[in-house]
């Protein structure tokens, strides 16, 4: 019996692959072209990271050369690239060596880093942090409040320093109401 079975069990693969030979070969080529596409795109990704970083370091060198204008380009490209370490890199290397004095564009800067989904939440509050700090040196009190009050009003770690930071601001400017305002809601945090 169990014989049978298996002759049986043989002809009907058998003649399972004969109808449908036409339909495996596409679907291994398919297969094999899928595969080959991801190891494709994976070396390409490789790649990229690795011009990437080499841009960052030749920034760092042509600077260190006094191209300043080498290297605020090769840091311009590398904000634009959007990768999520050496984007926010480029960004404060450009602004703590005063690389570009156009504040429109340093915020444009932010924005494009600010977009990048693959940095994870806390990180994108932590650069909303520099940039609030960046806006606060230009005295934007409008872009700083729209920066900060998202992190203000989430369970983000950043939320103490962001509720710290617009408070002074505000003192700064002698806005003691609205300063106050915020340290209410620092101390509330404090005692939660």
């Given at each position: 019996m169990s014989k049978t079975l298996s002759n049986n069990f043989q002809n009907k693969t058998l003649s399972f692959l004969k109808k449908n030979l036409k339909y495996l070969i596409i679907l291994s080529f398919f297969l094999i072209l899928l595969l080959f596409g991801?190891?494709?795109y994976s070396e390409l990704q490789k790649n990229e990271e690795v011009k990437i970083?080499?841009?960052?370091?030749e920034a760092s060198f042509q600077f260190k050369q006094k191209n300043t204008d080498k290297s605020k380009e090769l840091l311009e490209k590398i904000i634009v690239k959007k990768h999520k370490f050496y984007s926010p890199l480029a960004l404060y290397f450009i602004i703590d060596n005063n690389l570009e004095t156009d504040t429109s564009k340093i915020i444009n800067f932010f924005d494009k880093i600010l977009s990048i989904?693959?940095?994870d939440k806390e990180n994108l509050n932590l650069i909303k942090i520099k940039k609030s700090i960046f806006?606060?040196?230009i005295d934007d009190e409008e872009l700083i409040i729209k920066t900060l009050n998202p992190i203000i009003n989430s369970d983000s770690v950043w939320k103490k320093m962001a509720i710290e930071l617009i408070s002074e601001y505000f003192i700064s400017k002698d806005q003691k109401s609205k300063a106050n305002e915020y340290i209410q809601l620092l101390?509330?945090?404090t005692k939660e």
């Open positions: 991801y190891f494709f970083s080499e841009n960052y370091v989904n693959s940095i806006l606060i040196n101390n509330n945090k």
